[in-house]
């Protein structure tokens, strides 16, 4: 099994930044795969960011040149720089693994931001 852990949550105003972090524990060698979905009020959970091992990252077009992702392998660790936020960047952020390439990820429980306008 494998526990995620979300930090670093809150409320800004538009124009600022927030950095959340995420740590995963559990018995682990190796995760494939970790990454950043939301969810805003009454829409569908999206990708924010996803990075792998290897440090290969992807992002949401709404998020380029915004949103960093970056990864330590070591602490199976990884982290979202979100600057420059917009209200529309308001939501619940998962942080989100996948140990192995083709299993059912793991889930964090969440963290609020909130962007104010």
């Known amino acids: 099994q494998v526990q995620l852990v979300e930090s670093g949550g809150g409320l800004v105003p538009a124009g600022g930044a927030l950095r959340l972090s995420c740590v995963a524990s559990?018995?682990?060698?190796?995760?494939?795969?970790m990454g950043w979905y939301r969810q805003a009020p009454g829409k569908q959970r999206e990708l924010v960011a996803g990075i792998t091992s290897g440090g290969s990252a992807n992002y949401a077009d709404s998020v380029k040149g915004r949103f960093t992702i970056s990864r330590d392998n070591t602490k199976n660790k990884v982290s979202l720089q979100m600057n420059s936020l917009k209200p529309e960047d308001t939501a619940i952020y998962y942080c989100t693994a996948v140990v192995i390439i083709g299993t059912t990820p793991y889930w964090g429980r969440g963290t609020q931001v909130t962007v104010s306008s």
């Open positions: 559990g018995t682990i060698f190796n995760i494939h795969s």
